[in-house]
C-alpha cells in the first residue's frame, strides 16, 4: 500500500505484523498485530488497511477483535473509534483515490441470531480518519459483505461485493450505488459456484468457489470492474479461482481467466493449509490499459485490457527467465592451533533457492551477512574445550547455507526457518563421542541478543548403524530372506541371531573396535527398541498410559461425572470402581441384567 502524498512511504501487511517503510522500501519497520489487540495465535483475520492524504493509517478488525483503529503517526499511538463505529466487524476499508482525505469502511457484523442477519454499513470519514458517519442505507442483511471500492472518476459511484447463502447454493453479487450509498442495486453474477461432483461422493454435488472480491474499479471508466474469486483450499474435490469482468456497470459478466485449485489429498491432514493454485494477486496500471493477476505457482500474467488475452511472463513472479551470476567468489582464512585461533570467511555470494525468485550477489551480500558472513575467534585452552566468538555458523538445522558447501539448490522444507549465521559467544565441549555446544546470539541476525541455543550430539558409527538397522529389520521381517554376504539366504529370526553373535566376537576381539565393545550393544538395544511392529518403544508407551488411565479411572465416582464441576476424591472402601459392559441391540444384550449398583457405563 502506497501512501499517495509521499512517494517514500508504504506499508506492507504480512501475516503476523504491518510493515512500514519510509525511506520507499529500503528498510522496513515491524508493529506486531499485538498493537492491534489481536490475538498471539493464527486464529484470526489480518486487519484491512488504508493511508490517507495525511498518512494516517487506518485499520479495520473482523475475527475475532472487531473495531475501526486510527493512527495518525504509523502506529506509535492508536486511536479506537467509537460511536457508530463501536463493536462493529470491518469488512474492507478504501482511500478515495481523487480526495484521499477521505476514506470509506464497510461494516459486516453478524447478529446475535441465524435470522438476524448482517449489519452491513458503508461509513465515511471526510477528515483522515478521526470522525466517522454512516453514508446512505444499509445493504440487505442476507448477504455476507466482503470487499468496498470506489470509482476515481465518478465520487458518487461506490462498489461492495457480497455473497448470498453457502455450500452448493452459494451465489455472488455486485451491488452498486451511483448516489453515494442511499441506493443499492444487486447484480448477480452468473456461473459463480458452479457444481460439480464430488470426487469422493460422484453422487453428491459439491460447490467450486466461496468467495468474491473486487480487485480494482478502472481508473478512467466507472463501469468497468475487476473482481476475482476465492477457490476451496482443501477440498477434496477440485474447485476454482476466476477472474470476472465487468464493462457496463454489472449488467454483463466475462471471464477471461480462470485458475484451478487441485483436489486435497484426503490422507493429508495439512492439505486445507497448502494453497495451491489459487489467484491471489491482482493489479492495474496506473492507466488501466493493462491488467496484471499472478498465483503462487503460475507466477505473473499480463494482458491489455483491450482484448483481455493473458500471456504468462514468468514461472515466478518476479523473476527473470536466465540470470549470469557469482555464485561465490570468497576466501578464508584461519587459524587452528595454539590458544588463540581464528576464521574469517570473506566475499561475494548469493544463496539461491529452487522456486524462488534469484537476487544477485552484489544485492544479496549487503543484504544478508555482509562481506564477511562468517568470522569469529576461538580460544582453547584444551582439547576438549573452546569458546568461540563473533559471527558464527548456526547451531540449528542441516542446510548448509553457501552453494560451495552444498550445491543442492533445492533446498529443503525447513530452509527458510534456518537462522544461517548468528552474532554472539558459543562455548564446546567434546569428549570421545559426545559434543555439547550452547549459543547466546541474535537469532535471525536481528542484532538483539536475546536467544539461546544448544546442540548435543552423540556420533554413531557406522558399525553401530548396520548392527542397529539389522536387528529393526530382524524384527519387522522375521520370516522374510534376506542375502547375507549378496549370497547366503537366511531369515530375520535368522539374522538376529547372527548379529548377536557377531557383537559377541568383538568382546573377544576388541582390538579392532576404536569405538568400544559397548557400542555394538548400543546398537542392538536401539534396533530392539524401535524395530517391529509395534517397537518395544511404542510397546512400552501405550502400557504406561494405559496405566495413567487406569489409576485415574479407579479413582472417580459417579457422583464426580455427573457432577456439573467434577472433581477428583479418592475412591473409598465402599465404592466400587466404574466398570465397562458391552452394549448395543443384540438380543442377548436386550436381556442382561445390570450390576446392582447401576454404576457402569454401556
Known amino acids: 500500500m502506497f501512501s499517495p502524498t ?9 501475516t503476523w505484523a ?20 489481536l490475538p498471539g495465535s493464527s486464529n484470526f483475520e489480518d486487519p484491512e488497511l488504508g493511508l490517507t492524504a495525511n498518512n494516517a493509517l487506518v485499520a479495520g478488525l473482523s475475527i475475532p477483535t472487531v473495531g475501526l483503529d486510527v493512527s495518525p503517526d504509523l502506529g506509535c499511538n492508536w486511536n479506537c473509534i467509537g460511536g457508530p463505529l463501536d463493536n462493529q466487524s470491518i469488512a474492507d476499508i478504501v482511500v478515495r483515490p481523487d480526495t484521499p482525505h477521505q476514506v470509506l469502511a464497510l461494516t459486516g457484523t453478524s447478529g446475535t441470531t441465524v435470522d438476524a442477519g448482517n449489519a452491513s454499513q458503508v461509513y465515511e470519514s471526510v477528515d483522515d480518519g478521526t ?12 448477504v ?12 458518487n459511484q461506490i462498489y461492495v461485493s457480497g455473497t448470498r447463502g453457502y455450500g452448493t447454493g452459494l451465489t455472488a453479487s455486485l451491488f452498486i450505488s451511483s448516489d453515494k450509498g442511499m441506493n443499492w442495486v444487486e447484480h448477480a453474477i452468473p456461473g459463480f459456484n458452479s457444481q460439480t461432483p464430488c470426487q469422493d461422493t460422484p453422487t453428491v454435488m459439491c460447490p467450486t468457489e466461496s468467495g468474491i472480491f473486487i480487485g480494482a474499479v478502472d481508473p478512467t471508466d466507472p463501469t468497468r470492474v475487476y473482481l476475482r474469486s476465492e477457490g476451496i483450499a482443501g477440498s477434496l474435490t477440485p474447485s476454482n479461482s476466476r477472474l470476472y469482468v465487468t464493462t457496463d456497470g454489472g449488467q454483463t459478466f466475462t471471464v477471461p481467466k480462470s485458475f484451478v485449485l487441485p483436489a486435497a489429498s484426503a490422507t493429508n491432514p495439512n492439505s486445507d493449509f497448502i494453497v495451491t493454485g489459487e489467484m491471489l494477486g491482482f493489479a492495474l496500471s496506473p492507466d488501466g490499459s493493462t491488467v496484471y493477476i499472478g498465483t503462487r505457482e503460475a507466477g505473473l500474467w499480463t494482458a491489455s485490457k483491450t482484448d483481455l488475452a493473458f500471456t504468462q511472463t514468468n514461472a515466478v513472479g518476479g523473476d527473470r527467465a536466465s540470470w ?74 542441516s542446510e548448509y547455507t553457501f552453494t560451495f558447501e552444498n550445491t543442492d539448490i533445492e533446498r529443503g522444507l525447513l530452509w527458510n526457518q534456518e537462522n544461517a549465521v548468528n552474532r554472539g559467544v558459543q562455548v564446546n565441549y567434546a569428549k570421545g563421542p559426545l559434543t555439547v555446544s550452547l549459543s547466546w546470539n541474535d537469532g535471525f541476525y536481528s542484532n538483539r541478543y536475546n536467544w539461546a541455543s544448544a546442540l548435543v550430539a552423540y556420533a554413531i558409527t557406522p558399525q553401530d548403524t548396520i548392527t542397529a538397522v539389522a536387528v529393526a529389520w530382524s524384527r519387522e521381517y522375521a520370516q522374510s530372506t534376506v542375502n547375507l554376504f549378496f549370497f547366503v539366504p537366511v531369515r530375520g529370526k535368522v539374522l538376529f541371531w547372527i548379529t548377536i553373535g557377531f557383537c559377541v566376537l568383538d568382546l573377544i576381539y576388541p582390538s579392532g573396535i576404536p569405538e568400544g565393545v559397548v557400542a555394538p550393544f548400543g546398537g542392538v538395544i536401539a534396533g530392539l527398541l524401535w524395530g517391529g511392529t509395534p517397537s518395544l518403544a511404542r510397546t512400552g508407551w501405550l502400557h504406561l498410559k494405559l496405566a495413567v488411565l487406569r489409576r485415574r479411572s479407579s479413582s472417580i465416582r459417579v457422583e464426580d461425572v455427573l457432577s456439573s464441576k467434577p472433581k477428583r476424591r479418592p475412591r473409598g472402601p465402599g465404592s466400587p ?25 454401556n
Open 6 to 14: 509521499n512517494e517514500n512511504l508504504i506499508i506492507g501487511r504480512a
Open 144 to 155: 455476507t459483505v466482503l470487499t468496498i471500492d470506489v470509482s476515481a472518476t465518478d465520487p
Open 324 to 397: 549470469g551470476d557469482l555464485g561465490n567468489a570468497q576466501v578464508f582464512m584461519q587459524k587452528t592451533d595454539g590458544l588463540i585461533q581464528f576464521f574469517v570467511q570473506a566475499g561475494a555470494y548469493s544463496l539461491p533457492a529452487l522456486g524462488s525468485p534469484y537476487i544477485k550477489a552484489s544485492s544479496i551480500t549487503g543484504d544478508t551477512y555482509g562481506v564477511a558472513p562468517q568470522a569469529f575467534v576461538k580460544f582453547v585452552p584444551n582439547s576438549n574445550f573452546s569458546i568461540m566468538i563473533g559471527k558464527l555458523p548456526t547451531l540449528i538445522g
Open 18 to 37: 504491518i510493515l512500514p517503510s519510509t525511506d520507499n522500501g529500503k528498510t522496513w519497520g515491524y508493529l506486531c498485530e499485538d498493537a492491534l489487540a
Open 577 to 601: 470402581p466404574l466398570r465397562v459392559v458391552p452394549g448395543g441391540l443384540d438380543e442377548v444384550l436386550k436381556k442382561r441384567t445390570p450390576p446392582k449398583d447401576k454404576r457402569y457405563l
Open 131 to 142: 470522525t466517522w458517519n454512516p453514508l446512505g442505507n444499509p445493504i440487505d442483511p442476507a
